[in-house]
């Protein structure tokens, strides 16, 4: 993937449509992925965790509990087996040319299934030019029907298939033939998400006086109705981390290549489906219900609010993207002014991969 986003003159041209008006960062946001994501690194043995957490925590949700085991049992594999055998590829394959072809000793088969269970020849829609979802879907190709020679075809696609595939694959290939909603089961993995990261804050920050609050400790009333101020809470005297936490896939459509792409016909539902807009809201009420959430927060006082977003897909690590997210809070509270004694520093976007991580 890397050689293809580095030599393929397709993916490295803007392709214009508007059909909303875009700033340029916008516009970069959109069409760069395509050239960018690839050329993300992953680190191994992170996937390798969340997979192992993930698992765990869909064994323990009763709404998917028995789908999870039967998709296991449907596909041949235990949840173990299926890291073991992946980790393995990974990490004894990986530059391997001769072992990539499959000469392995393979005493029980389970290799064998397994590169027969990551190649099918199944054909799958392109929506677009650039559509890569075959290769995702399946990234290992079988040179021949008689012989046991394989190709990996991308060793980052091998890894992906332990998480950000896999909650695509459990959903579409599993669940949507059980009639399981997909809105309840991207809430699902959302909760996971919010969860996982939550935990990481708190060993984060177990040194500090102050403690970090995140979803559910920062409810607040509205009226009679119950609601959230934020995900993540940490102040320290004026300074206050406030953020959100959002597990939003990317798509398909999302990957065309186009100045609009990401955003399709909706600019207001990307941003909201990614937190920003949540964020934006948040902020302007904080110190109308601060006090809700934290007994001594300073109302009234100068306050220094650090917004950050905490996204799920590895393509939001891009340098470029918080520089967007960030126009458009300005543009945002230009047209709403802040009140003078809320101070908001420039946005930090952080993946679940970010170093300092787990």
């Given at each position: 993937m890397k050689y293809i986003a580095c030599v393929n003159e397709h993916i490295a041209v803007y392709k214009k449509r508007h059909k909303q008006q875009l700033?340029?960062?916008?516009?970069?946001?959109?069409?760069?992925?395509?050239?960018?994501?690839?050329?993300?690194?992953?680190?191994?043995f992170k996937i390798f965790n969340w997979y192992m957490k993930l698992i765990e925590f869909f064994q323990s949700d009763s709404r998917i509990s028995q789908h999870i085991a039967d998709y296991f049992k449907h596909i041949g594999f235990t949840p173990q087996q299926f890291l073991h055998l992946i980790g393995t590829m990974y990490l004894e394959d990986r530059g391997n040319y001769n072992t990539n072809r499959h000469t392995r000793d393979d005493v029980d088969g389970s290799f064998t299934h397994m590169f027969e269970f990551m190649s099918k020849n199944i054909n799958i829609r392109q929506r677009h030019e650039l559509d890569i979802i075959p290769i995702?879907?399946?990234?290992?190709?079988?040179?021949?029907?008689?012989?046991?020679?394989?190709?990996?075809?991308?060793?980052?696609?091998?890894?992906?298939?332990?998480?950000?595939?896999?909650?695509?694959?459990?959903?579409?290939?599993?669940?949507?033939?059980?009639?399981?909603?997909?809105?309840?089961?991207?809430?699902?993995?959302?909760?996971?998400?919010?969860?996982?990261?939550?935990?990481?804050?708190?060993?984060?920050?177990?040194?500090?006086?102050s403690k970090i609050q995140c979803t559910s400790e920062n409810k607040i009333y509205v009226g009679k109705n119950e609601d959230e101020l934020c995900d993540v809470y940490y102040r320290e005297g004026k300074n206050i981390l406030?953020?959100?936490?959002?597990?939003?896939?990317?798509?398909?459509?999302?990957?065309?290549?186009?100045?609009?792409?990401?955003?399709?016909?909706?600019?207001?539902?990307?941003?909201?489906?990614?937190?920003l807009n949540q964020l934006i809201k948040n902020i302007r009420r904080l110190h109308e219900y601060g006090e809700q959430i934290d007994e001594d927060f300073p109302t009234g006082s100068n306050t220094v609010v650090y917004p950050i977003l905490i996204l799920n897909e590895k393509y939001y690590r891009a340098t470029y993207v918080p520089v967007a997210l960030q126009e458009r809070i300005i543009a945002e509270f230009e047209k709403e002014k802040l009140p003078s004694n809320i101070i908001v520093r420039p946005i930090t976007v952080i993946h679940i991969l970010w170093n300092g991580w787990d």
């Open positions: 700033t340029f960062h916008e516009e970069l946001l959109s069409a760069g992925i395509v050239l960018n994501e690839p050329l993300i690194t992953v680190m191994p995702r879907k399946y990234p290992i190709y079988k040179i021949k029907e008689s012989d046991r020679q394989y190709i990996i075809l991308d060793f980052v696609l091998l890894l992906e298939k332990m998480y950000e595939m896999f909650i695509n694959d459990f959903y579409f290939d599993w669940l949507k033939a059980k009639d399981f909603m997909f809105d309840e089961y991207m809430g699902i993995v959302g909760k996971f998400f919010e969860g996982y990261c939550s935990k990481i804050l708190n060993r984060m920050f177990e040194w500090s006086d406030f953020g959100e936490m959002k597990a939003t896939g990317i798509y398909s459509s999302h990957r065309e290549g186009f100045t609009d792409s990401m955003f399709g016909e909706d600019k207001e539902k990307f941003y909201k489906s990614i937190g």
